[in-house]
Every structure is written in structure tokens, then in C-alpha cells.
């Protein structure tokens, strides 16, 4: 038997009490805030020989990322951004990086306490393509990371390889995605850091420092959530808070919304909902 359906009366409107799955880590992923509030880090390792670290040399990462051009994808402008490699014109082997950096130690301090928790699942994201010059460049790294660094052997800021990922960028544009879970750190407390950014190894050909650049866009890094309906976390059991919205829902049988505080079903299309609110159908009495 078909049941007539009837718009409701009034639109149904998002709070501000929207609980959305994935928490945002990267922040100003397209680097227009000013030099003195970027959360973006650029800086160097140097070696001299090539397996001889010398230094870290802070840079500055809004002379080391530079816009780049608008490309047009599927009819939409995109900002592309450059990040490249240098010379200091003494140095074997120069590993040149920009990311952002987030406490990732169990104890108070300048590494911690950590933000986050055991399982986390850490994401970076987007498209890039990356160029490659000089005599021989196939050993350059050209790499998006999601690192973890802590304590190895005493030694600190090492890398710990069971809880970084690295994606090699080639010379086309592509997408990448890439995750790490985050570890027990009541069970392993040497994590100190995690890192999200990009990285370009280089060394000297005997002749002139071979370089790089990775052109990049519509990056993002985050914390994944679970399963979601309009944006709120769902349990295992199909519920969802709502808050204000319309409190408990039920999403087992999405389109068709259970509402716990009147005992109704809705017909609700999520696809149609944003943060200003969205319509949803009701059946006739």
C-alpha cells in the first residue's frame, strides 16, 4: 500500500552541536596565515659525508612553500602549492621537509601529554606530483609522511617505523592517502612526536646538489571517527545524538530515520544535508 508523504513544515536546522567523526589535525592546509601564527614547520637535515648528520637548519616555510598554479579539475579551480628543495652549498645530503608536528608523549612537557589515544587512526591525504633533477636521482626520495618519532636506543627524535607510513610521489598527479594507528603508549611510552608533511632527500652528484619540488593540493590530516550519519557518530546499534537537532536517531534503515523522542520515522536524505539545515519528509497520518 503506498503512504503519501508531506514535507515538513519547517526546515530542520544543524546545530551547533554537530559531532563530526574525523578530527582535524592539519591546520591552515593552504597557507595563508601570516609567518608569526602558521602552525607549519620547514627545516633541513644536513650531512657531511653523506652518512653524517651535521645540523637541522630551521626554515622559513612560507619562502619554502610557494603557490603554485590554479589547475582546473572536473570544472572546479584548485590552488596548487610547491614546496622544493635547496643547496646551502655544503652539504652531501640535505633531507628538506615542511609539516606540522603534535604531542604524541604520555608525559607533561613539550612532547606531551599526548593528544592522542591508543588506536587512533592518523591520516594525511590529497594529490600530489613531484619532479625530480639531476645527474641521477634515483635514489632521491620524494615522499608524503605520517611519522612517529621517539626514543630508540636512548637517542631521541628517531623515527619508529611500526608507526610511520611514508607514499612516494611520482611525477603525475595523484591521489594519496596514508595512516598510521597510534600505539599504546601506557604499554610503549618512547613516542614524542607526530609529524604530517612532506619530505625531499637530495645529496651532491659531484658535480651540483640534485633537487626536487612536490607540487601538492587539497591536502588533509586527520584523526578517523567510526561510522557516521550526517556527520554524527553512530554506535554499533544504529544510534546517533543528534543533540538539539532531533536528540536520538536511529539510522539501521537510513533513509528511513527513527526519532526516539516522538516514535516516528522520517525520510531523510542525507546527501541533501549541510550546515544550514536540510529537508526531511514525514508519512501521512
Do not use: C
Not at 46 to 64: E, H, M, N
Not at 124 to 140: I, L, P, V
Not at 235 to 241: H, K, R, V
Amino acid at each position: 500500500m503506498k503512504t503519501r508523504i508531506t514535507p515538513l513544515a519547517t526546515m530542520l536546522l544543524l546545530g551547533a552541536s554537530v559531532a563530526f567523526a574525523n578530527t582535524t589535525l592539519l591546520e591552515d592546509p593552504e597557507f595563508q596565515l601570516p609567518a608569526d601564527q602558521t602552525p607549519w614547520i620547514s627545516g633541513a637535515n644536513q650531512f657531511l659525508p653523506k652518512t653524517q648528520w651535521t645540523s637541522w637548519a630551521v626554515l622559513d616555510p612560507l619562502t619554502q612553500v610557494q603557490p603554485g598554479a590554479v589547475i582546473n579539475v572536473d570544472g572546479q579551480d584548485i590552488q596548487t602549492f610547491v614546496f622544493s628543495s635547496f643547496d646551502n652549498g655544503e652539504s652531501d645530503y640535505i633531507e628538506a621537509f615542511v609539516f606540522q608536528e603534535f604531542k604524541a608523549s604520555p608525559y607533561a612537557g613539550s612532547w606531551g601529554p599526548t593528544e592522542f589515544n591508543t588506536g587512533d587512526v592518523i591520516t594525511f591525504e590529497g594529490y600530489a606530483s613531484a619532479t625530480r633533477t639531476g645527474t641521477d636521482t634515483s635514489d632521491m626520495k620524494v615522499r608524503a609522511f605520517v611519522k612517529t618519532l621517539g626514543w630508540v636506543n636512548d637517542q631521541s627524535h628517531q623515527i619508529l617505523g611500526d608507526y610511520t607510513t611514508f607514499h612516494d610521489i611520482g611525477s603525475d598527479r595523484e591521489y594519496f592517502k596514508i595512516s598510521i594507528s597510534f600505539p599504546d603508549v601506557v604499554a610503549m611510552d618512547n613516542p614524542q612526536l607526530v609529524q604530517i608533511g612532506f619530505e625531499i632527500s637530495t645529496e651532491f652528484d659531484g658535480s651540483a646538489m640534485d633537487s626536487g619540488t612536490i607540487t601538492f593540493d587539497s591536502i588533509q590530516g586527520y584523526i578517523e571517527g567510526g561510522s557516521t550519519w550526517a556527520g554524527f557518530d553512530v554506535d554499533p546499534n544504529g544510534w546517533a545524538d543528534t543533540g538539539s537537532w532531533m536528540g536520538m536517531v536511529n539510522v539501521t534503515h537510513a533513509p528511513w530515520i527513527y526519532v526516539l523522542k516522538t516514535g516516528n520515522y522520517l525520510l531523510v536524505d542525507e546527501a541533501t544535508l549541510d550546515a544550514n539545515g536540510g529537508w526531511a519528509f514525514v508519512p501521512a497520518p
